[in-house]
């Protein structure tokens, strides 16, 4: 089954220390970025991938560390998380970027951090 | 400015009824998505629609490219259509980016 998997779907843990959330896709896709949902402020990009050993910034990228040294892993890190990265984050994928690809962005199923 | 707009931010249905919801945005576009996130949190693709109209079951899309708009259409709405609707366009102005609408919070009432 075609799935974009993150883990894990929740975590509460406490300033400063580092946490990877991690993210894979069995589809291929070169394109996978990682985005935060907060209430009022709707989706927000934070870092995106095209590629293997290539990302870029998105919108909110403070604070996050992302690499990408397989094509279907895309680990989100927050080496000292403070309490403001409480949220809900999404990982994506597709098949290429978006402004190439006619294809739709799968989304995995959301971790939930709280950070105290 | 906002790049991503949509309307209504809060809409209730009795179930059985049609809505209309609509997304503007400020640039031509690559790449345009319709998608529901449902009560679990989960973010469901509905349309990829870049211009043009699409049709699934009771929902359709239009987009309208040269005029800066998509319009997501509900008809017959049931209690399973509740959660919030994003549209999320790949905007000319902004590199590799989806960047999200504010989302459309429906409700539909038995």
């Known amino acids: 089954e075609a799935q974009v998997t993150q883990n894990p779907r929740y975590l509460i843990t406490v300033t400063g220390k580092k946490l990877t959330v991690t993210c894979s896709q069995n589809?291929?896709?070169?394109?996978m970025s990682w985005y935060r949902q907060d209430p009022g402020l709707g989706l927000r990009q934070i870092y995106y991938?095209?590629?293997?050993?290539?990302?870029d910034k998105g919108d909110v990228p403070e604070g996050y560390k992302v690499s990408r040294k397989e094509k279907r892993n895309f680990p989100l890190i927050l080496e000292s998380p403070s309490p403001n990265q409480t949220s809900l984050y999404f990982c994506?994928?597709?098949?290429?970027?978006?402004?190439?690809?006619?294809?739709?962005?799968?989304f995995g199923d959301g971790t939930r951090l709280s950070i105290l | 400015g906002i790049q991503v707009e949509q309307s209504p931010p809060d809409l209730i249905l009795q179930e059985g009824a049609n809505s209309t919801l609509r997304c503007n945005f400020s640039?031509?576009?690559?790449?345009l998505q319709w998608f529901h996130q449902n009560p679990w949190g989960q973010l469901i693709n509905l349309f990829y629609?870049?211009?043009g109209t699409k049709q699934n079951g009771r929902l359709s899309a239009t987009t309208v490219a040269t005029e800066r708009y998509s319009l997501l259409y509900i008809s017959s709405s049931q209690t399973t259509d509740s959660g919030v609707y994003f549209c999320?366009?790949?905007?000319?102005?902004?590199?590799?980016?989806?960047?999200f609408g504010g989302g459309t919070r429906l409700m539909v009432k038995p």
């Open positions: 999320a366009v790949q905007l000319n102005n902004a590199g590799n980016m989806l960047t």
């Open positions: 991938s095209m590629n293997v050993e290539v990302t």
């Open positions: 589809m291929n896709h070169e394109y």
């Open positions: 629609i870049p211009s």
């Open positions: 640039d031509s576009v690559n790449n």
């Open positions: 994506a994928s597709s098949l290429k970027l978006p402004r190439y690809s006619n294809q739709p962005q799968h």
